[in-house]
């Protein structure tokens, strides 16, 4: 199922498409046919590339934080990985989702949750020795935030890994609860639909947005060579959503 989600992203992401169809018009013979296939390309990329669309979708996906009651000291903070990743030289490097990590240490250090667990391992399909759970780690020491409030799990690859692996390690440490689970504003509908159906009580504490916050100018119109980008994430977590949906807890 892992390997399978990882082919299945590459076959529908909207570059994937925009690609296919060049490739399309430029292999045809029919002329009628070829400029069609190159209409049909442009619209493709002007739509997928402006802001407007982005974040109109953006919008639409999000998942709404909860506010935190007032007073309230979560017993811990979930934080799924994503945030650090890999160099070649094997060693980390926080990576553009960081505000994950921001958001981690702003809750331990304005008392809002107690602990912070850390999920996350290596989700690269041919894995090395490298786990970002263990990394983090590492720079939490750095900041000497206290070894008794950090949980660390380094072995998952996916959401639903994430999820299976953070329950264990809360029941271990008999933390009551319901916890804060910190991730991504495009990823948080995904992640709270497989802790859910893990049976594990999270609040939503989305961070790191990308679309749908900022004022709709003109701008918006004009296409950006990031927003395709941004659709990529997008489109993960689409097919992320499937895949949690089917998926047997």
């Known amino acids: 199922m892992f390997i399978l989600s990882k082919l299945l992203l590459i076959a529908i992401l909207p570059f994937t498409w925009i690609i296919v169809v060049f490739i399309g018009a430029l292999v045809t013979k029919n002329n009628r046919l070829h400029k069609k296939l190159l209409f049909a390309g442009l619209i493709l990329m002007y739509l997928f590339s402006v802001p407007l ?3 109109t979708y953006a919008k639409l996906w999000r998942y709404p934080a909860a506010p935190l009651k007032n007073n309230k000291v979560y017993s811990c903070a979930i934080i799924l990985g994503g945030f650090g990743s890999e160099k070649q030289d094997s060693t980390g490097y926080f990576n553009g989702a960081s505000d994950r990590f921001i958001q981690a240490l702003k809750l331990k250090a304005t ?4 602990h912070l667990l850390i999920t996350g391992g290596n989700a690269s399909i041919t894995p090395d020795g490298f786990s970002e759970g263990c990394w983090v780690q590492g ?9 008794s409030s950090v949980l660390i799990e380094g072995q998952s690859r996916n959401t639903i890994e994430n999820a299976a692996y953070t329950k264990k390690l ?5 933390l009551p609860p319901p916890y804060l689970l910190v991730t991504s504003d495009f990823h948080m509908r995904r992640a709270m639909l497989i802790f859910q159906k893990s049976g594990i009580d999270v609040v939503p504490y989305p961070c ?6 900022e004022k709709q100018g003109l701008y918006s119109l004009l296409p950006a060579a990031e927003t395709l980008h941004f659709w ?6 689409i097919v992320g959503y499937v895949v949690a949906a089917l998926h047997k807890y």
Do not use: F, I, M
């Open 53 to 55: 669309l982005l974040n």
């Open 111 to 114: 008392g809002k949750a107690s």
């Open 139 to 147: 720079q939490l020491k750095d900041l000497n935030v206290p070894d």
């Open 170 to 174: 809360l029941a271990a440490r008999h």
């Open 208 to 213: 790191h947005y990308v679309a749908g916050v």
């Open 232 to 237: 990529e994430l997008y489109t993960k977590e």
